[in-house]
C-alpha cells in the first residue's frame, strides 16, 4: 500500500518546536479529513528525508501522534492513520481549538524575576560550572538501584553530609536517621502536622510572620495563636498567657521573618522550658540562619535542646537555589520510628540526582565555600542597596539594619499606607511586600519588604531605589 501523500509544510525561525509543527499538521489533516482513518502514512525515514530534517525530529512527532492514539504504529505493515477513528471523527478538534499543548513551553520563556523578590538567593552566584561537573560526576556513576524510587527519608548520603555540616556548622548534634529530605518549607510543616497536629490544636506563630506557613498551618486544622514580637524576638510570655497548652510554636530564632531581630537566649531557654513542660513541639524554621554578617553565624536553637522538643527546618533553597526543591527537617531521637512511618504513608521522595549531587556539594566541601563567598557577597549587596536608598530617599526612609539576614525592612518617615504604595510598586515591577499584610493582631507600623540579593552593582541599586522613588512621587 502506498502511503498517503500530504504536503507538511513547517517553519524553520517559528519559536514551536519543528516536532512539534509536524505533529500538528497531522493532527490538522485528520481533523480536516484530508487523512482518514486506515490511510498510511510516510515512513519515518522517508518523510525525514523529504523534509530534509534529522530522522529523530519526525520520530518524535510520530511517538506523540501514536502516544496520543491518532496513528497506529504496525511495525513492517509501516504507521496508519487510527482506523478507530473513523467513529469519532465528528468530535475531533482542530489542534488550534485546543488548550494551548504543554509541549509548547520552552525553559527559554520563564521570566527573570524581579531584583527586589524576597526569599531568593543571587541568581547570578549559582555555581553553575561546577553543578554540570558535579551533576555528569553523579549520573555517570549511578547504579542500577539509584534509577528505582527514592527513599520517602531522603538519599542517605545527603543526609549524613547535612548531619555531619549541621554538627560542625549549627551546633546541631544529630544523627543522619534523623535528617530527613522534603521538597522545600511546606513539605517540611507538612510533614510536622501530619505527624503531630489534630485538628483543632492550638498553633503560636510569630506575630508579624511568614503568610505562607501561617496559612499551611491553618489549612492543616491549627488554631492560630498570633504570638507579639519585639526586639528580642517572639514574646514567649505572651504564648504562654494566650495559650500554655499550645501543640506546636513556629519560630524562625535566627533571623524573625520579617523583622530580622534574633531571639535572645533568654527567650529561647524559657521556649525550651515551655514546650519541655506541657510536652508541645517547637519548629525552628532556620531559612536564613547561616547568613549573618556582624559575626560568625549563632548556633541554632535546636542546639540547645537537651529535652529533644525542637524540630529543626533547614533550607536549600537560600543557599543554593530554590530550584532544586530541597529542604530537610532535623527530627527528635524519639520520634525517628513515628516519622518514619508518616513519611512511608505521605512521602513521594525527592529527585535522586538533585539529592545525590547536593550530597557531593556537601561532601567536597564546596557548599561551606559557597556560603563563605555569598556571605561576602550579601554584605557589599546589602551595603550598596542600603546607600542607594539612604541617597535617593534621605530623610524619608529608615532602615533597621540587623545583624543578619536576606532581605531589608525599609521603614518610610512619613505618613504612607504600606500596602497602597506595595501594590503600585508591585504594578512597576518592584516586587516588594508590605509590612502590614504580614501582621495578624499586632501592629508593628508600616514599611516595605525588600531582598537585595539580586541588587548585583551600585548602579543597579541607584536605579531601583530611583525606580521606586518615581512610583512613591506618581502614586501619592
Ligand atoms: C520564613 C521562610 N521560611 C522558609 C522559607 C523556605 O521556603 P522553601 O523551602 O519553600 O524555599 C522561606 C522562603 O522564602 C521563608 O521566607
Known amino acids: 500500500m502506498k502511503s498517503h501523500a500530504m504536503n507538511i509544510h513547517f517553519d524553520a525561525n517559528s519559536a514551536q518546536p519543528i516536532y512539534l509543527q509536524i505533529y500538528q499538521r497531522f ?138 555540616y549541621l554538627n560542625v556548622s549549627r551546633g546541631i548534634a544529630c544523627k543522619p536517621s534523623q535528617v530527613i529530605i522534603t521538597d522545600g518549607y511546606r513539605g517540611s510543616l507538612d510533614l510536622i502536622c501530619r505527624a503531630f497536629l489534630q485538628t483543632g490544636d492550638q498553633v503560636w506563630m510569630e506575630d508579624p510572620g511568614y503568610p505562607a506557613a501561617m496559612k499551611l498551618m491553618q489549612a492543616a486544622g491549627g488554631a492560630i495563636v498570633p504570638v507579639p514580637v519585639d526586639q528580642a524576638g517572639m514574646v514567649v510570655n505572651t504564648g504562654i498567657a494566650k495559650a500554655p497548652q499550645a501543640k506546636i510554636a513556629v519560630v524562625t530564632p535566627s533571623h524573625q521573618s520579617p523583622l530580622g531581630v534574633t531571639m535572645s537566649l533568654e527567650r529561647r531557654l524559657a521556649l525550651l522550658e515551655w514546650a519541655a513542660n506541657k510536652q508541645s513541639w517547637i519548629v525552628e524554621d532556620d531559612y536564613d540562619g547561616e547568613y549573618r554578617y556582624a559575626s560568625r553565624p549563632l548556633p541554632a536553637l535546636k542546639s540547645l535542646d537537651v529535652q529533644d522538643r525542637v524540630i529543626y527546618c533547614g533550607a536549600i533553597s537560600k543557599v543554593i537555589s530554590p530550584a532544586l526543591r530541597l529542604a530537610y527537617l532535623v527530627i527528635p531521637e524519639s520520634q525517628i520510628a513515628h516519622i518514619e512511618s508518616v513519611c512511608q504513608i505521605f512521602q513521594n521522595g525527592c529527585p535522586w540526582a538533585t539529592q545525590a549531587t547536593v550530597a557531593e556539594f556537601i561532601t567536597q566541601g564546596r557548599f561551606s565555600r559557597h556560603l563563605k563567598k555569598m556571605r561576602t557577597l550579601y554584605k557589599q549587596r546589602r551595603e550598596q542597596f542600603v546607600q542607594a536608598l539612604q541617597e535617593t530617599f534621605g530623610k524619608d526612609i529608615r532602615i533597621e539594619l540587623q545583624a543578619g539576614g536576606m532581605h531589608l525592612v525599609v521603614r518610610f518617615n512619613k505618613d504612607y499606607d504600606d500596602q497602597y504604595l506595595a501594590r503600585h510598586l508591585n504594578e512597576a515591577g518592584l516586587a516588594v511586600h508590605a509590612l502590614s499584610a504580614w501582621v495578624m493582631q499586632y501592629p508593628c507600623g508600616q514599611g516595605l519588604i525588600m531582598s537585595f540579593t539580586n541588587v548585583h552593582t551600585l548602579d543597579y541599586a541607584r536605579e531601583l531605589a530611583q525606580r521606586m522613588k518615581q512610583v512613591v512621587i506618581s502614586s501619592l
Open 27 to 164: 493532527r490538522e489533516a485528520i481533523a480536516e479529513g484530508l487523512l482518514k482513518p486506515g490511510d498510511r502514512v510516510p515512513s519515518l525515514r522517508s518523510l525525514a528525508a523529504e523534509l530534509n530534517l534529522a530522522r529523530g525530529t519526525v520520530e518524535t512527532a510520530y511517538e506523540m501522534l501514536v502516544g496520543e492514539g491518532y496513528f497506529l504504529a504496525q511495525g513492517q505493515a509501516g504507521t496508519v492513520v487510527a482506523p478507530f477513528l473513523g467513529e469519532h471523527a465528528g468530535q475531533l478538534r482542530r489542534p488550534d481549538e485546543m488548550v494551548p499543548s504543554p509541549y509548547q513551553r520552552s525553559r527559554n520563556l520563564s521570566e527573570t524575576p524581579p531584583a527586589l523578590r524576597m526569599g531568593l538567593p543571587a541568581l547570578d552566584a549559582f555555581p553553575r560550572k561546577l553543578w554540570a561537573k558535579l551533576g555528569c560526576q553523579v549520573l555517570k556513576s549511578a547504579t542500577a538501584a539509584d534509577m528505582g524510587y527514592p527513599s520517602p527519608l531522603g538519599l542517605m548520603s545527603l543526609r549524613a553530609a547535612l548531619a555531619a
